[in-house]
């Protein structure tokens, strides 16, 4: 999948820990309505933080609010140890969220395990100078936040989320034909399909009880169209 960076900020001078109850995050303003599907954080561990947390929430009044809208975890020890190995670290998030543009949202890091030698580090700019957005500090979980006129260190991506359906039994087929039979892949991907007396489908040359190969490769999808070639 290919990715598209949409907005940043990448400035910083000191670290934002989180550990146990302490949860921190960034808000932003979508400059347009695209879909988020992943985040970078410039940050790093110290020690084992345990499970860290990158979600996204909704805001009220520039601090996290409601409902998850899009989530991910990634094992602490898997993230850069050390202060010297700060990084950018990416964060794909199990299902991408559309955002509207001119609406502010808030990225949220969190450890439910660690201390505060055992904490998740991430790099903001004590003075920020993001118009758009603030940093935010919560003490107990997320239950209640604190704004402050700081700014973490943020990338966000869109990404190419197009479902790809794979028939390979005619050069055409509609999108809603595909779906109850096909799997997503990519364009490009080339599959052989061997029928057997258990199908019971009928498509072209195919039946119910003939089993035959053929190879197709999906090459576009377009106006809820799969279009293959045989090779």
């Not at 005619?170 to 399909?193: A, C, K, M, W, Y």
Request: aromatic fraction near 14%; glycine fraction near 10%; charged fraction near 15%.
């Amino acid at each position: 999948m290919a990715y598209t960076l949409q907005q940043n900020y990448e400035l910083s001078d000191s670290r934002a820990q989180s550990y146990g109850t302490r949860w921190n995050g960034t808000t932003f303003t979508a400059n347009s309505a695209y879909t988020i599907s992943r985040v970078s954080l410039l940050c790093y561990r110290d020690g084992d933080p345990g499970t860290v947390t990158i979600s996204l929430y909704g805001t009220t009044s520039s601090k996290p609010s409601g409902a998850v809208l899009a989530t991910m975890t990634m094992t602490g020890t898997d993230l850069p140890n050390g202060s010297d190995a700060v990084d950018w670290v990416t964060f794909d998030f199990i299902t991408p969220y559309l955002l509207t543009n001119g609406v502010e949202y808030a990225i949220v890091a969190s450890c439910t395990g660690g201390s505060s030698s055992n904490d998740f580090n991430w790099r903001y700019k004590v003075t920020g100078s993001y118009a758009n957005g603030n940093f935010c500090l919560s003490t107990d979980s997320g239950s209640s936040w604190g704004a402050y006129a700081s700014d973490c260190d943020f990338r966000t991506y869109s990404g190419d989320t197009t479902s790809y359906v794979d028939m390979a039994f005619t050069d055409t087929v509609t999108f809603s034909e595909v779906l109850s039979l096909g799997r997503i892949i990519p364009i490009g991907f080339t599959n052989t399909v061997t029928f057997s007396e258990s199908v019971t489908i009928s498509l072209g040359p195919l039946s119910g009880t003939k089993a035959e190969k053929y190879t197709r490769r999906l090459v576009a999808f377009g106006n809820d169209t799969a279009y293959y070639e045989t090779i």
